[in-house]
């Protein structure tokens, strides 16, 4: 537990030393926003709180592979990983809108907000116009992140270098969302297919993209630390998802901030759905075929489907999976550091995902 | 005549010189997309018959602009002119979304074909599948925008400053974007936003962003000849939009690659529009608000449009708006270069814009 504490800190610090320059940020583009007109400035506003409730994982991740570079300014890496964290809500914003979800950290999601607004003032299309704007709040915070990572203090050639990195990264996270979408609401899919959108729509870039990206800016060219951090950051990123889906499932939602059973709604492949369609026994398949991509959930269906994943196993592998990505994990963090204290940290980060409860 | 035709013919040798490398960097694109899976792979072969069939207007005005700025490089600037027509295509797939057009450049728009893809294989939610993906690929081609500047041969000190140009657009044309959204489906509309989409939707994007990043990559630094530009691509950039207006009233469907009279069915604020809500006799507004934002329009209630425009006086205004913003345009010529070859372009580049009809 003390381990797991010394990643809570880290991030908590990473949220707070965040927060008075994520403020003046926004205070400036909500009053240029409000120039335009009061619809940019709504959205804009929606989109700031958003990002306020964000947990920062990747952002305080990029601040890490940062100082895991060698990197010393820690007021220009904090103001600069900024650009992860708007591309992060940019995405959830059109996720939200893909999988239908209502909910997003605890507040409305984008596309919900903005039709609500639209309702309120009687606009004669208020769910085009929620729809509309949603995607293109997201589509402008694709642009500010991108202006936030050029404008930043860090020397050009680090910038192109890490601008480089960070569009193939995201092209690469943007195929396994469209590989994620094809698959929703049809549950019986193509097994390579499903792993591949675990890799590259969480894990690599949960995990890997920040810490890449931070040791870069730092100016880390050591080929050796950058494969140990990519695959580091693939074990944290397995990790945080194979929570995610379990979360999805067995969480609190006052916790998490999110609808729980909305995975099985939307038939989402998620591991605890991939371990039952391919590894467990029959009964337990058609049973959870019952409950999958129903309209709406039931608390008596949810309790079912609980029952699905514990009985089949399908809980019992995801653990011990989670559990085989620390011990990897583990593994590459002398190949990372040999400080202590850097690599508790990284340890505790591991644990963290394995431990977080939402 | 001849002065469109100089125009035309740098537009054509645009189009002829840059189809090699479009094909080469597309069929390189295309197999890491395939590799991924069929929907990424499917997406992004529309996308590119998408990029083929466009007029390459924005890319043809960065090499210009380029050149302008004294750059001699022609190789080299139209590989990354790419960039422009990424985004460019990128942003009317979402477009079409709000617009809720079917048609785009001659074939079904991204949504539209994504979901016709979907229900051939009978996806159990085809229009939330193309939605999702078409969503999806335009956020990829945001990115392979970016990544295409980024690995560009420039200078990383020419990237950074093109780039960070680029992004403070393009967060402008989004607001502008998201005024039009809020203004559609209501004509009755604040007539500052009004301008205000034009300008930051169409006419500083249109013409004035390719020019500006084009003569930032040859490495311009005079002030004078930026503002000149600008104002230039303004002009040029109203010119195309009060003809898009008119086109998308009175023009050839089988020519413009779009439905004739889409703009009266979502109430749009086009310039005709805002004539009859601003200046013409009470009458003709009566007549109009029957016509704005039917479900459908017959061809009998476009020919009714049509003379409601002519005798309203809104297509003489909009013709004689054209005229005043080409008067402005010309004057800008002398500001920005005295070559007589580059001067004459300019003006053919505006007069085209005037007598385009698709």
């Given amino acids: 537990m003390d381990k ?14 965040i927060t008075p320059f994520l403020d003046d940020y926004f205070q400036a583009k909500l009053s240029q926003a409000k120039r335009f007109g ?3 400035y709504v959205a804009l506003e929606h989109f700031y709180q958003l990002i306020q409730r964000g947990k920062k994982v990747r952002g305080a991740f990029m601040v890490l592979g940062y100082q895991l570079g060698g990197g010393l300014n820690e007021g220009l890496i904090i103001k600069t990983s900024l650009f992860i964290e708007l591309l992060h809500t940019a995405l959830l914003i059109h996720d939200d809108i893909m999988d239908q979800d ?12 903005l039709t609500q607004y639209a309702k309120e003032r009687r606009h004669p299309n208020p769910s085009l116009f929620g729809l509309s704007n949603a995607i293109t709040i997201a589509d402008t915070a694709f642009y500010l992140s991108w202006q936030r990572l050029m404008e930043s203090e860090f020397n050009d050639s680090l910038k192109v270098k890490t601008g480089r990195l960070y569009a ?5 996270l943007a195929y396994g969302q469209m590989l994620d979408v094809a698959n929703l609401y049809q549950w019986h899919s193509d097994r390579e297919e499903i792993l591949k959108i675990f890799k590259y729509k969480t894990a690599e870039y949960t995990g890997s993209l920040p810490l890449i990206l931070g040791y870069t800016l730092a100016g880390g060219v050591d080929d050796g630390i950058k494969q140990a951090l990519r695959d580091y950051g693939l074990a944290f990123g397995w990790i945080f998802q194979i929570k995610d889906d379990i979360l999805g499932i067995f969480g609190d ?34 049973k959870l075929a019952k409950l999958m991509g129903l309209k709406k959930l039931s608390l008596t269906q949810l309790d079912q489907a609980r029952e699905i994943f514990t009985q089949s196993g399908a809980y019992d592998y995801a653990k011990q999976l989670a559990d085989e990505y620390l011990d990897k994990g ?13 690599a508790d940290l990284l340890k505790a980060f591991l644990y963290l995902a394995f431990k977080r409860d939402k």
């Fill in 168 to 172: 193939d990264y995201i092209i690469r």
């Fill in 253 to 286: 939602p006052q916790k998490t901030g999110k609808g729980v059973g909305s995975d099985l709604v939307q038939a989402k492949n998620t591991i605890l759905v991939w371990y039952v369609e391919n590894r467990a026994k029959p009964r337990f398949r058609t």
């Fill in 4 to 17: 797991i504490n010394l990643a809570w800190r880290y991030l908590k610090w990473y949220q707070d030393a």
């Fill in 330 to 342: 583990l593994k590459t963090i002398d190949k990372i550091t040999q400080h202590k204290d850097q």
């Fill in 38 to 40: 009061q619809v940019p």
């Fill in 102 to 113: 209502q909910t997003r950290r605890g507040l409305a999601a984008g596309h919900v907000y």
